[in-house]
């Protein structure tokens, strides 16, 4: 069996972020289903200032059902309209896009062990900034 070099200097620790609000954008998404198969798309969503400026939190927004208020919250958030009950949008039009995101720490069980992790607690628009006189 071949052996190999690891460099673990640089590694990072996957620590929840601290509860709170933070500026994110959009970098990416992944059409996924869910286990009942309905359609979803994972985000990823990340930091865009302050000292965690990189790290990153995911999103998961069902498309069809009662879930689907993840979805209509982040669209209001970047700005599309969600004023009827069905619609169509482009997720790669998400791309780069800056929302605000309150953060929670939860413990969930991951592997059989229970984890602190970070759930998105609210989705915002970035307030406008006001012009100065």
Same mark, same amino acid.
């Given at each position: ?10 590694? =990072?620790?996957?620590? +929840?972020? +601290? ?17 009942? %198969? $309905? *359609? ?7 930091? =865009?200032? #302050?000292?965690?400026? #990189? ?5 998961? #927004?069902?498309?069809?059902?009662? #879930? ?14 969600? $004023?009827?009950?069905?619609? /169509?949008?482009? *997720?790669?039009?998400?791309? %780069? ?16 062990? /229970?984890? *602190? ?9 970035? +307030? ?6």
């Amino acid at each position: 069996m071949a052996r190999v070099h690891v460099d673990l200097s640089e590694t =990072q620790d996957f620590e +929840p972020l +601290p509860a709170g609000a933070y500026l994110v954008a959009i970098t990416r998404y992944e059409l996924k289903k869910t286990q009942a %198969g $309905d *359609p979803a798309i994972n985000y990823t969503l990340t930091v =865009q200032e #302050g000292d965690f400026t #990189g790290r990153k939190v995911w999103l998961f #927004g069902m498309l069809v059902g009662k #879930g689907a208020f993840v979805t209509k919250n982040l669209l209001k958030a970047s700005g599309i309209e969600c $004023d009827s009950e069905q619609l /169509d949008f482009d *997720p790669d039009d998400l791309i %780069g896009v800056e929302i605000l995101v309150t953060l929670k720490v939860e413990i969930r069980n991951i592997a059989g062990e /229970d984890k *602190p992790t970070n759930a998105v607690e609210k989705i915002q628009a970035v +307030p406008k900034k006001k012009k100065s006189a």
